[in-house]
């Protein structure tokens, strides 16, 4: 089968002929029908992430297809089978994954880093009735990589971990695909939304996304333009870009009392030997400050079924559909900079 490898972090990638996956006992093989190009595989290409242990590699962890093939004692899922995967595959058996967490098991396998990965025609993963989500009939493959880690981490996120209510104020640092996922969900919730970005097509996106306001970051400091919009300070902010700057200038926007969420990876650089948040405005204003990584399998028929509601509309941030020949480039060009809204890989 063909496969995106790199040989070396920061190497230029490239397509290769590669075996098949096996399907190990309590495992499946899934035919990657789409997959989504995302920052968190270009963290994992430059070498920002120790959990890749072994060099070829083939990224992608934001994938849905048809299962190929099933390994022993495999149950609840058979070949044919339309499903996503979530980006953290949790054992299923650990005190985490029992009580509904398998988002941070601390045996957790994620596709694309912890092993081979999506970008390519076929991808392997573990303990497959624990994680594998059946996928509705009515759902298009490319809408179902899309929610990948970045709805799936936007959605747990937002309502789970924030507590994002109806009245409140959310301000989205950082409109790339996790920030307008963040920007939709915290809308669909009565939240009012203020999206940041420097890209004029990513606040576009924003606004169509529902964020009632959009601050173009380039033109000053962004906390002191929120609050010449929100005096006091908003409710809750989240750096879905994943920055010193944003972590900062998001803690610094936040009301007393405010919930601080970040979303956005931060590589070595930007995290260095000192605190990305500003901790003395965290004691001072007695802020709160929140993580979120991903979403247990078991919480995504929610998700699911928002979007079959009407209440999210992921398909409206698809911008582009690229080849696996077109993918090696497209991760180089992420050095640059991020294409505003989701880019989706067809094997």
Known sequence: MRAVRFDAFGETPYVADVPMPAAAAGGAVIRVEAAGLCRSDWHGWQGHDPDIPSLPHTPGHEFAGVVHAVGDGVTQVHAGD???VPFVCGCGKCTWCVSGSAQVCPNQWQPGFHG???YAEFAAIPWADFNLVALPDGLPFDVAASLGCRFATSYRGIIDVAGVSAGESVAVFGCGGVGLAAVMIARSRGARVIGIDANGHALALASQAGAEITLDASAGDAA?????????????AVDA???AGTAGSATRSLRIHG???????LPPAAIGDHATVPMHTVIGRELSVHGSHGMAAA?????LA?????LLDPAQFIMRT????DTPGALVEMSTGTEPGITIIRP
Not at 259 to 265: C, D, F, N, S, V
Not at 306 to 310: C, E, P, Q, T
Not at 322 to 325: P, R
């Open 116 to 118: 081979p990965g999506a």
């Open 259 to 265: 919930r601080h969420l970040q979303i956005g990876l």
């Open 82 to 84: 339309r499903v996503i």
């Open 322 to 325: 690229i080849t696996l020949g």
């Open 306 to 310: 928002d979007i079959a509601a009407g």
């Open 241 to 243: 870009l994943g920055s």
């Open 299 to 303: 919480d995504y028929p929610r998700l």
């Open 224 to 236: 002191q333009m929120i609050r010449a919009v929100v005096p006091q300070g908003v409710d809750v």
